[in-house]
C-alpha cells in the first residue's frame, strides 16, 4: 500500500530511517517547520533552517525514492518572543511561494499566551493571503481547551475550517475538530499521544472522512514507521483495504493538494543516482547500492 506521512521531522532522522521508510511503502511525505529542542536566538537561524528543508533534506529524501514536501511557520513555542517572532513573521513571505512548499505550519498553541495568539491569527491571515491551508499543533497541556479555542480563532480570521488540519488529536479532541470542519490530524507515538490499536478504534468509530494519521517522528523518542504500523493495526482491527488507503493516501493528498501546491511525481522506474550532488555533496559514504522501490 502506498503510503503518505504528512507530519514527519525527517531532519532530525537518520537514512536508515528514510531506507526502512521507503521499504515499508513511504511514498511522500511533509516536513513541517518545528521547534528544535531549545530556542533559535536570531532570525538567520530560520533562515538556514527553511533553506535546508526547501533545499537539501528534499534532495536527500529524493535519494531514497520518498517525494518530500514542507511547511513554513512560526512554532508556539517561539511566538512568545517578540522581537524574534516580528522577525521570523517578515521573514516568511520570502518561502511561502518557494517549490515544495505547501502549507503554513505548524503553528498554534503552547501556553496558550497572549503572544502565541497574535501570531497564530497573524499566520493564519498570511495563509489567506497566500491561498494556502494551515497545519495547526494542538497545545500538550489543556487540549481540549486550546482545540476550541484554536477553532474559535480559524473562524475568526475568516479562513475556511476545510483549509485547516488541525494535528495531535485524540479521543477527547477528535469530535470537536470534526464537528467543526476542520481536518484531523493524529500523532501515532510509542508512549504518548496516540497508538496505533486506539487509532483503529477511532476509525471503527468515526470513519475516515476528514482524518489523517502521521508519526510526528523527531529528535525525541518517536518511530518514523508508526503509519505503516498503524495500517497493520488497522487491518487487524478488520477495516477494509479502501478506508486505510482513504487515511493514509487519498486524504493527505486531498488536504494538502487543494490549492494546486502538491505536485506528485509518478513512481520512479529507473535505479536511483546515488552519485547525484545537492550544492557539491551526495550521501554516498564509500560504495554502496540502492534502486528504486
Not at 150 to 163: A, C, K, Q
Not at 195 to 202: N, S
Not at 228 to 255: L, Q
Request: hydrophobic share 40%; glycine share 8%.
Amino acid at each position: 500500500m502506498k503510503i503518505f506521512d504528512p507530519h514527519i521531522h525527517m531532519t532530525s532522522r537518520t537514512t536508515d530511517d528514510y531506507q526502512a521508510m521507503a521499504a515499508a511503502g513511504i511514498a511522500a511525505i511533509i516536513e513541517p517547520a518545528f521547534w528544535l529542542g531549545q530556542p533559535r536566538t536570531n532570525v538567520g537561524s530560520f533562515i538556514d533552517y527553511f533553506n535546508s528543508l526547501i533545499g537539501f533534506e528534499r534532495f536527500r529524501a529524493s535519494q531514497f525514492g520518498i517525494q518530500h514536501f514542507c511547511t513554513i511557520g512560526l512554532n508556539p513555542r517561539e511566538a512568545n518572543n517578540p522581537a524574534l517572532a516580528d522577525d521570523v513573521l517578515a521573514l516568511m513571505p520570502r518561502y511561502l511561494e518557494k517549490d515544495g512548499v505547501v502549507a503554513i505550519g505548524e503553528i498554534g498553541f503552547d501556553d496558550q499566551t497572549d503572544a502565541e495568539e497574535s501570531v497564530l491569527l497573524r499566520q493564519l491571515e498570511m495563509a489567506r493571503q497566500f491561498d494556502l491551508p494551515v497545519l495547526i499543533h494542538t497545545p500538550h497541556r489543556d487540549k481540549k481547551q486550546g482545540t476550541a479555542r484554536t477553532i474559535e480563532l480559524v473562524r475568526r480570521s475568516g479562513l475556511p475550517e476545510g483549509r485547516v488540519l488541525i494535528d495531535h488529536n485524540n479521543e477527547e479532541t477528535l469530535p470537536v475538530v470534526l464537528a467543526s470542519g476542520c481536518w484531523a490530524g493524529h500523532s501515532i507515538y510509542p508512549h504518548t499521544k496516540m497508538d496505533e490499536g486506539r487509532m483503529a478504534d477511532l476509525v471503527k468509530k468515526y470513519g475516515a472522512d476528514r482524518i489523517v494519521i502521521n508519526s510526528a517522528a523527531d529528535w525525541g523518542i518517536s518511530d518514523p514507521l508508526k503509519v505503516p504500523k498503524t495500517v497493520v493495526a488497522m487491518r487487524d482491527a478488520g477495516i477494509d483495504e479502501a478506508t486505510i488507503s482513504r487515511i493514509v493516501w487519498d486524504n493527505p493528498v486531498a488536504f494538502f493538494g487543494q490549492t494546486g501546491r502538491l505536485e506528485l511525481a509518478a513512481p520512479a522506474t529507473e535505479p536511483i543516482d546515488l552519485s547525484r550532488k545537492h550544492e557539491g555533496n551526495t550521501l554516498l559514504r564509500g560504495e554502496t547500492t540502492l534502486g528504486t522501490r
